[in-house]
């Protein structure tokens, strides 16, 4: 693999450091800007907000700007976004700089993958873009728990400015390593991307990732809060524990990348679905014991993050079906999907601890996954009344003759 792609899997791991380690800070932040605990997990809603914004929005507006100068100013406005958030002097200041580097973040991955692929042999492609999002695994395994140990350490300021180091890096690595060279596939304008939206078959499928992540972000916002002030952990244990859940989510992607391929997505997802349901209201119950409350978000890593091969398969085997001359736009619009939940989940959190109560939060998490569950359900049937069947071990579905 060239040496440019690991510049771009650096870039994915500083990207998804800053996304997920504000969940292991959030108590912290909480207490340092004296706001109330929802008040700070809506800095996970505003960065989700702008990366659902900004990859359609500000892919389709850049579509003509050269690669490489498209992500090296990428690059730098996530590193500006860390920067002030560093020296964000209170709670909008913060709010503003969360949304500055969601921004970066949805463009980033959605050129990421054809810069990716631009580097190798086609044969190789598959490889590059999985070499790539192992950026975004890495983080949740080393850079996830590693910042939040920063920031209960050092003042949560020290965690953006470790990450803007990041930034800093993977732009002299892009710098150097990145060919100006890079083939532009032809941009996707606005109405391209707004007449995907008008396919029920597809926003079905952005509905189950809405949901599916949702209902997974509505209680692993408040994790950090429910550990230290439920289960007993210290400030200082929950980085071990996010360590503990970073593990998990590696394996249990692979997991479900396999479960995906040899039982189709929708059978896989309905699998992934219902353990996950089950977990979460499991949590309700083992929480009050720090042991089994570990155990607990063991499980939860393996399943929390293994839907995502299953729905980004089925929504390019739905495109390819429904709107085959923007199967690229498709599934960037499935990614905004994702970030639509975490929003959504994040935000809808807050409200149930201020009105319900901290361990509401992984019960109605487990009522809204069952919602995702239902909607791959009907699809599933939906398929099956079109006449579509899954070939086990292609990942694809072939109409039955």
Same mark, same amino acid.
């Given at each position: 693999?060239?040496?440019?792609?690991?510049?771009?899997?650096?870039?994915?791991?500083?990207?998804?450091?800053?996304?997920?380690?504000?969940?292991?800070?959030?108590?912290?932040i909480a207490?340092?800007?004296?706001?109330?605990?929802?008040?700070?997990?809506l800095?996970?809603?505003l960065?989700?907000?702008?990366?659902?914004?900004g990859?359609?929005?500000?892919?389709?507006?850049?579509?003509?700007?050269?690669?490489?100068?498209?992500l090296?100013?990428?690059?730098?406005?996530?590193?500006?976004?860390?920067?002030?958030?560093?020296m964000?002097?209170?709670?909008?200041?913060?709010?503003?700089?969360?949304?500055?580097?969601?921004?970066?973040?949805?463009?980033?991955?959605?050129?990421?993958?054809?810069?990716?692929?631009s580097?190798v042999?086609?044969e190789k492609?598959?490889?590059?873009?999985?070499?790539?999002?192992?950026?975004?695994?890495?983080?949740l395994?080393?850079?996830?728990?590693?910042g939040?140990?920063?920031?209960?350490?050092?003042?949560?300021?020290?965690?953006?400015?470790?990450?803007?180091?990041?930034?800093?890096?993977?732009?002299?690595?892009?710098?150097?390593?990145?060919?100006?060279?890079?083939?532009?596939?032809?941009?996707?304008?606005?109405?391209?991307?707004?007449?995907?939206?008008k396919?029920?078959?597809?926003?079905?499928?952005y509905a189950?990732?809405?949901?599916?992540?949702?209902?997974?972000?509505?209680?692993?916002?408040?994790?950090?809060?429910?550990?230290?002030?439920?289960?007993?952990?210290?400030?200082?244990?929950v980085?071990?524990?996010?360590?503990?859940?970073?593990v998990?989510?590696?394996? &249990?992607? $692979?997991?479900?990348?396999?479960?995906?391929?040899?039982?189709?997505? %929708?059978? !896989?997802?309905?699998? /992934?679905? @219902? #353990?996950?349901?089950?977990?979460?209201?499991?949590?309700?119950?083992?929480?009050?014991?720090?042991?089994?409350?570990?155990?607990?978000?063991?499980?939860?890593?393996?399943?929390?993050?293994?839907?995502?091969?299953?729905?980004?398969?089925?929504?390019?085997?739905?495109?390819?079906?429904?709107?085959?001359?923007?199967?690229?736009?498709?599934?960037?619009?499935?990614?905004?999907?994702?970030?639509?939940?975490i929003?959504?989940?994040?935000?809808?959190? &807050?409200? $149930?601890?201020?009105?319900?109560?901290?361990?509401?939060?992984?019960? %109605?998490? !487990?009522i809204?996954? /069952?919602? @995702? #569950?239902?909607?791959?359900?009907?699809?599933?049937?939906?398929?099956?009344?079109?006449?579509?069947?899954?070939?086990?071990?292609?990942?694809?579905?072939?109409?039955?003759?």
């Amino acid at each position: 693999m060239p040496l440019a792609l690991w510049a771009l899997t650096l870039s994915a791991f500083a990207i998804g450091t800053t996304e997920f380690v504000i969940v292991g800070l959030i108590p912290t932040i909480a207490a340092s800007l004296g706001v109330s605990v929802p008040s700070a997990g809506l800095l996970v809603s505003l960065y989700a907000l702008g990366v659902a914004i900004g990859a359609p929005v500000l892919t389709a507006l850049t579509g003509r700007v050269p690669r490489k100068q498209l992500l090296l100013g990428l690059m730098a406005l996530f590193t500006i976004g860390n920067l002030v958030a560093w020296m964000a002097p209170g709670y909008f200041a913060l709010m503003a700089a969360r949304v500055l580097t969601g921004l970066a973040h949805g463009v980033f991955f959605s050129i990421g993958s054809t810069i990716a692929t631009s580097l190798v042999s086609k044969e190789k492609a598959a490889s590059a873009i999985a070499l790539m999002f192992t950026g975004l695994t890495v983080a949740l395994v080393t850079g996830v728990p590693l910042g939040t140990w920063i920031g209960q350490s050092f003042g949560w300021q020290s965690t953006f400015l470790a990450v803007s180091l990041l930034g800093v890096i993977a732009f002299i690595g892009s710098y150097f390593l990145v060919p100006s060279t890079i083939a532009m596939s032809p941009p996707a304008s606005l109405m391209t991307q707004l007449a995907v939206l008008k396919k029920p078959r597809l926003l079905l499928v952005y509905a189950m990732t809405t949901l599916g992540y949702g209902g997974t972000f509505i209680a692993f916002t408040y994790l950090a809060p429910i550990l230290q002030e439920v289960s007993g952990f210290s400030a200082s244990s929950v980085s071990l524990v996010m360590l503990v859940y970073g593990v998990s989510v590696a394996c &249990g992607n $692979i997991w479900g990348g396999k479960l995906a391929d040899k039982k189709g997505p %929708i059978k !896989a997802l309905q699998i /992934v679905f @219902a #353990l996950l349901a089950a977990v979460l209201l499991l949590l309700t119950f083992t929480a009050s014991n720090m042991w089994l409350a570990l155990g607990t978000v063991l499980l939860w890593g393996a399943v929390a993050f293994g839907n995502v091969p299953g729905l980004q398969v089925y929504v390019v085997q739905r495109a390819e079906r429904d709107a085959p001359q923007a199967v690229d736009v498709a599934s960037g619009l499935n990614i905004a999907a994702f970030n639509v939940g975490i929003a959504l989940g994040a935000w809808g959190g &807050g409200l $149930i601890v201020a009105h319900v109560g901290l361990m509401a939060t992984p019960w %109605i998490g !487990a009522i809204v996954v /069952v919602g @995702a #569950l239902g909607l791959t359900t009907l699809a599933g049937w939906l398929d099956r009344r079109d006449g579509l069947v899954h070939v086990a071990g292609t990942g694809r579905a072939v109409a039955a003759h």
